[in-house]
Structure formats: structure tokens, C-alpha cells
């Protein structure tokens, strides 16, 4: 499904190789201009969509302070470094060998607004206040529509596919938790680049 079959989406970013080889993260980001920081960093519930040449590959939520940027973060700085789960290293690597490949991948996401919700607690009084609904329910359903036109889920959507990550990206986040990132190099020999 092509990105711009989503009506409701704003850009957040292009993603480019990192070309600093001390450096563990193997890409950075480019973040929109044309978005304010406010509108990036605001704390809404948030769908996001991982694009590899104007394809959906991946769709994700989060609810995460910072925003949509820290979501993003989280998968640059900690997908190649630290104790990341086998979704955030996957994730960080696959990005990398599509722009290894010479393709394009941006980011895009969607955000819940603010509703005014009255709280009944404990004491009987009442109480109004003004908050995002959970990043989740755009994901479900954002995903429900992706299913029912393409009749799959997402390729980077494996959990949800209710599929393993492929055996390298195991092995390579065990190689990380061992102490060794992977590296530019490792990842043009896998791809025989």
C-alpha cells in the first residue's frame, strides 16, 4: 500500500545512512521542516508509518513522552546499542540495508487530539480534563484497513503477522547484547554490496 493512498498523515522525517563509522547508529534523521517541534515533540497518542519508496512497510503506535520524535529516536539510538528488544534492533537494521540498497525511506505518522473526558473518583467529585487517546486504537485500526486492502499485514509488521524475526536479526542482536554492533561493513557483506 502506497503512502499516498493515507489521506491523514503528516511527514516527520527522511532517514539517511550514518556516515560517521564511530558512531553505533547506523542511520539519522532528517526531520520536516514544514512540521513545528511542537506538533513533533507533543505527547499525543501517535500511529506512525515506516516508508521504504513510497511503500508502507511498517505500521506502529506509540504513547511515548517526547513524541513522535522520541519514538523515532528510540530506534536510532537504542536499535544498535544497549540491551534493545528484537523489534527495536530489527527495525534499526532493516532501515540500514534499504538505504544500503539505495532506497528511499521516510517516516510519516498520524496523532489522536486532545478530548475532554469528566473522571468520577474516589472522594464522588468530578473532574474534566484533557488528554490524548492511546496511539493504539489509530494503529488497530489503521492496520485493520492495510489488512483488508492488501490482505496482509505490513512486511516490518511481524509480531503482528504473528511471525519470528528472520535468524540474522536474532543472531545480530544476540552478537550486540555480546558487545559487538553491527556495523556498515557486516551489513554490505550480508547484502553482498
Known sequence: MKITEIVNKIKVCDIELNTNESDRKLWNTVWSTDVSNQILTQNNGRCY???????????????????IKSTIDTYKSSGNSGRPSDRTHGIHILIAEELLKGNKVEVYFAYNPDISVDLDLMDGSRKTISHSLSGKILETENMAIYIAKMGRHPVWNLQEAGRPWPTYLQESRNTLLAGTPATMESLKTRLGI
Open 49 to 67: 508509518f515506516l516508508v521504504v519508496n513510497g511503500e508502507i512497510y511498517k505500521i506502529g503506535f506509540s504513547d511515548c513522552q517526547g513524541g
